[in-house]
């Protein structure tokens, strides 16, 4: 997942992205954070024009040293304002992380489960 289908899947929220905007919805509520904060960070994304800025710097275009500092500003932030950097990672809360954890132990039951069936059938 990259910054730019984030903006992509926000600003089209149509039928063929509703599935991922309704599992970023899932993750912003499963930790606890508010919609209104992942929409602002979003759409602070955009006005400030971070996957262009990103994507240019990325891919070896030259870029001035102005962008360079306000792509820095977005992502890391500046005293008066954290850059969105430091609000992602609350969306990973401690509960999300049990979630992924469950969901992957009951992957390898299910797994060592069908192992086990295979083995007694032969």
């Known amino acids: 997942m990259t910054l730019g289908a984030v903006t992509t899947i926000y600003l089209k929220r149509t039928h063929e992205t509703q599935e991922s905007w309704k599992l ?13 904060d992942f929409i602002a960070i979003i759409e602070r994304m955009i006005q400030e024009k971070v996957v262009d800025h990103r994507n240019a710097l990325a891919h070896g275009g030259a870029i001035s040293e102005d962008i ?15 850059g969105i ?38």
């Open 68 to 82: 360079a500092t306000k792509l820095r500003d977005s992502i890391i932030g500046k005293r008066n304002q954290p």
């Open 24 to 36: 970023f919805l899932d993750i912003v509520k499963l930790s606890s954070c508010d919609d209104k």
């Open 85 to 122: 950097l430091c609000w992602m990672p609350n969306i990973w809360t401690e509960k999300v992380n049990q979630e992924i954890i469950e969901a992957e132990r009951k992957d390898g039951e299910e797994v060592r489960y069908m192992e086990e069936v295979k083995k007694q059938q032969n």
